[in-house]
């Protein structure tokens, strides 16, 4: 007979609550800014002169001569976890992006950023009334006596994360063409825990940590060619992500205890981590400067990648995005807002056993605000609402998340290389 409970606790130290981030590195991150965020993350043939898009590094040659941006932004989450007719929820909050951009001479931008590249956080567990059990200690199977039962107890804990400091510069070599590329220093840990426990303690405890310490670079590039006809604008884009084995050791530890004292432990080195080649293509059309439709495609090759014995899975994300402003001169605020909304579709990184990890569908609308005083017109809040559904394959019996997302960005656009002028 065996009976089973799973029990999740709420764990939110760097924003996540999700089990799903036990596998591959965890809940990915894009590299979007408050605009892109409002377009549900499109943004690879966007080029505009007003707003950082680190999603195509080539966008970054379009700024302003005299243009210094500074863009921030965070996430307020509500999550709604569903297993067979159990419910839970979580509320959280990330930071999302540092980026600043300016233009070092003529065709030549700047951008600086700091972004996360993924999120682990989990903490649950799984309780079963059992018969009979394996002896971690001596390999022997054992059968409990009638009316004896035991419980035993698997916890999953996990914690980390990778971040990311980049450097970009765009280039525009010929009119409506621009080239660019992302340099990242990419740094941050991988540590996830299993514990085997028994409710007696003459039965010895097994705990399996896997831990990655990782320090690496990250290298992105792009390309843009727009051309105008009349009103119009059409704009193409593409990237590249350059895949490289991470160089840092992998280690499990495999560790025994029984009452207070160790019995056995092994130090394992496992297979290297990697970044995975990518690729990414992106169009978008703009009428008039006020309105603009966009959409993107891009896949990651994580399909040869390893975590820590788990394979990895070739993964696809899909967009479509638009922003439209009523006027683009008027004193009315809500007539210069920027209107934006979008939709999107991606796959999962990694495997759970044979099958790809859970996919997810999201919709997202978005407004972003003209910040309008006697010093600056052009600096905007930048606000938008996300709903995220994550839903596993049928029939696997695993968890489905819902997500909503309030997402909020702060974008500032100075004049400060303006010379001052004496009348």
């Known amino acids: 007979m065996t009976v089973s409970l799973l029990v999740m606790t709420l764990h939110a130290e760097n924003g996540m609550n999700s089990p799903y981030t036990r596998y591959g590195f965890g809940q990915l991150s894009a590299m979007e800014t408050g605009a892109n965020k409002g377009m549900s993350g499109t943004g690879i043939g966007v080029s505009n002169s007003s707003q950082i898009n680190m999603l195509n590094p080539a966008s970054y040659a379009a700024v302003d001569t005299l243009t210094f941006l500074f863009d921030v932004g965070m996430s307020l989450h509500n999550t709604n976890f569903a297993e067979g007719g159990v419910r839970m929820n979580a509320r959280n909050s990330t930071f999302d992006y540092l980026a600043m951009q300016y233009r070092l001479t003529p065709k030549l931008g700047m951008t600086i ?114 051309t105008t006809f009349g009103k119009s604008k059409l704009t193409v884009g593409a990237t590249y992500q350059l895949g490289h084995t991470i160089d840092n050791d992998v280690y499990i530890i495999d560790m025994i205890t029984t009452g207070s004292s160790i019995t056995s432990s092994d130090t394992l080195k496992a297979s290297k981590l990697s970044i995975p080649s990518g690729y990414g293509v992106g169009l978008s059309y703009t009428y008039d400067n006020r309105l603009t439709i966009a959409a993107d495609y891009s896949a990651k ?123």
Not at 114 to 130: H, R
Not at 203 to 209: A, G, L, V, Y
Not at 354 to 372: C, H, K, M, N, W
């Open 113 to 226: 950023g700091m972004t996360p590249f993924s999120n682990i956080g989990y903490n649950f567990s799984n309780t079963q009334v059992i018969n009979s059990y394996l002896d971690p200690t001596t390999g022997e199977h054992i059968m409990c006596e009638e009316g004896d039962e035991i419980t035993t107890t698997n916890r999953y804990y996990g914690d980390g994360g990778l971040r990311q400091v980049t450097v970009g510069l765009g280039w525009s070599p010929l009119k409506g063409l621009s080239v660019g590329t992302n340099l990242s220093y990419l740094y941050g840990e991988v540590y996830h825990y299993v514990y085997n426990q028994y409710n007696q303690s003459s039965i010895s405890t097994r705990t399996k940590q896997y831990l990655a310490d990782v320090s690496t670079y990250k290298a992105d590039f792009g390309v843009q060619y727009g």
């Open 301 to 423: 090759q994580y399909g040869e990648a390893n975590f820590f014995g788990q394979k990895g899975a070739d993964c696809y994300r899909t967009s479509i995005g638009v922003e439209y402003i009523p006027e683009s001169i008027t004193r009315k605020l809500f007539r210069r807002a920027r209107y934006r909304a979008g939709l999107h579709h991606a796959t999962a990184h990694y495997c759970i056993g044979d099958r790809q990890g859970p996919s997810e569908y999201g919709a997202t609308v978005g407004i972003g605000l003209p910040i309008t005083n006697r010093w600056n017109s052009k600096s905007i809040i930048n606000i938008s609402g996300q709903a995220v559904h994550v839903r596993p394959a049928a029939g696997s019996g695993m968890i489905t998340e819902n997500y909503l997302r309030l997402n909020i960005g702060l974008s500032f656009n100075e004049t400060w290389f303006d010379k001052w002028k004496v009348q």
